[in-house]
């Protein structure tokens, strides 16, 4: 028996309705922490703690963030980290185009070899690299410096992987057409494969820039003083110079966590059509 027209429209409907409503209730999980933390930070501290807890602030305390900035000094920290982030995200994107193409398209001695060392440097936790790097910092006179915090993240063996398996994608007649055109190695990389490849290169960007912004551990051992602390550094020295105010603390966090939100905001597409690319063929 075929079902009737009917039918079939409140099928599709119940099936998207059904899709849609578990979608808000997804949404839902994830934006309320981040709306309580706006809610806190926006309540003074003696109502963070009132049962039950406040979910509207009726006179909200705008001058949390303000605080935060300036008496906490999370501008300065603002201001390295976002150096310390842009120049990660740029030596990684720039080596790994580099190592990606040479091992996608240039034929040389033990090729496969080396690129299976760069994939095994994948397994190895950063905490086993820690004393070897310490000490490289200081044999450069690097400690406290903004060198120690980027050089050692200057190359990324997930980037590489990536690209690589992105430029396996273009077709190899191109790459032969191109050539009888004249065209050698780097202009066929900036001309052909690095646009082609846009959509991929867009979400590693994404993902190194968070990975590089959220850094803790080494910046906490290879820096010193404010002049070179991240956010992540700084918001705990806030946590713990504050602890009366639990707001101030709340704000911090957001302040810190607002050039990823932007980040995440203005180049979603760019992110979903990377993780995507590839994945349908023909």
């Known amino acids: 028996m075929h079902s009737s027209p009917a039918g079939r429209r409140t ?33 003074p501290s003696a109502e963070i703690a009132h049962r039950p807890p406040v979910l509207f602030p009726t006179h909200p305390q705008w001058s949390t963030f ?16 976002a150096i310390v982030t842009v120049a990660i995200t740029v030596a990684e994107l720039v080596t790994s185009v580099l190592a990606a193409y040479a091992f996608a398209f240039i034929r040389f001695p033990l090729r496969n070899t080396v690129f299976v060392l760069c994939l095994a440097t994948l397994m190895v ?52 057409a191109a050539a009888l055109d004249g065209y050698g190695h ?24 968070m990975g590089a912004w959220n850094q803790y551990l080494w910046p906490l051992i290879v820096t010193q003083t404010d002049s070179v602390r991240t956010v992540p550094i700084g918001l705990r020295q806030l946590s713990a110079a504050n602890v009366n105010q639990i707001d101030v603390i709340f704000a911090g966090t957001l302040l810190g966590a607002l050039p990823i939100f932007v980040l995440l905001i203005v180049f979603q597409r760019q992110l979903v059509r990377g993780l995507t690319a590839g994945s349908v063929k023909g």
């Not at 303000?66 to 980290?81: D, E, M, P």
């Not at 980027?150 to 690209?163: E, M, T, W, Y």
């Not at 066929?188 to 646009?195: E, I, K, S, T």
């Open 11 to 43: 099928r599709l409907v119940a099936g998207r309705v059904t899709r849609y409503a578990l979608l808000v209730v997804m949404a839902v999980v994830v934006l309320f922490p981040i709306y309580i933390t706006v809610v806190n930070a926006l309540l």
């Open 66 to 81: 303000s605080t935060a900035f300036s008496h906490a000094h999370l501008g300065i920290y603002l201001r390295n980290s």
């Open 125 to 176: 936790p950063m905490e086993a690299t820690v004393i070897p790097n310490y000490r490289t910092i200081e044999a450069f006179g690097w400690y406290n410096t903004f060198p120690a915090l980027i050089v050692p993240f200057a190359a990324s063996g997930v980037g590489i992987f990536l690209l690589r398996q992105a430029f396996l994608g273009i077709p190899r007649d191109l790459r032969d």
């Open 186 to 209: 780097l202009r066929f990389l900036m001309r052909v494969a690095v646009p082609l490849s846009r959509p991929v290169l867009a979400a590693f960007g994404i993902f190194a820039f």
